[in-house]
């Protein structure tokens, strides 16, 4: 795969300032695989790409949804969330990505799912610490990012839909139990840490 031709097709699609975002998004993603074991080279392809269809027109999107038989019910809620299934499609058909966990972690990177790989979750933490995010909350991710993946991306899962509830924001249903699942797991594992 010639990362330059994914890098500078991204770049065409996105406004400079998203652009920027998304190479801190790679050099974060590859730090995270280093420290977490996932595939630095798959972490940067899927970085690369994540934010591709962040600007396409709401037509576009649907068309894409509709025409790759992606859930309907994405449309009955906010677009934000469209790009990130889009896009892996787009990886896919445009530029012949193959590799499931690569497409996956970018059709998860917005919302998350249950089941995530370690993959996708560094790409859905280093989208949301990259050194350019200022949201409140997001030094407490970085910091927990330092030492376990599962507990900084149930944080960084727990502060967004915590933030768009408080905006009246409908939060779609895989986010939630994307978070619930991960809450489940961490509590269990800390009872049997418990008990031993
Ligand atoms: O594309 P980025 O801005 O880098 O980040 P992103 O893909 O994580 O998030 C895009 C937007 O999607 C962000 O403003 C929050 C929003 N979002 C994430 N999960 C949900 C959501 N919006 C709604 N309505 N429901 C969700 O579950
Ligand atoms: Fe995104
Ligand atoms: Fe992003």
Redesign the pocket.
Known sequence: MDLDVLLQATKKQLKPERFE?TLRVVDTAVELAKRFGADPPKAKIASILH?YC?FWSREQLTQWIKRCQLPLDLLE??K??W??PVGAEVAREEFGIVDEDILQSIRS???GRPGMSTLEKVVYLA??IEPGRRFPGVDEVRRLAEIDLDVAVLQAMDN??LF?QSQQ????PL?IAARDELKRMLSGKRLREESV
């Open positions: 975002h934010d962040k809620y906010h934000e969330i790009h990130a990177h917005t919302v989208d949301y967004t839909i768009l924001q409908p939060i779609y986010a």
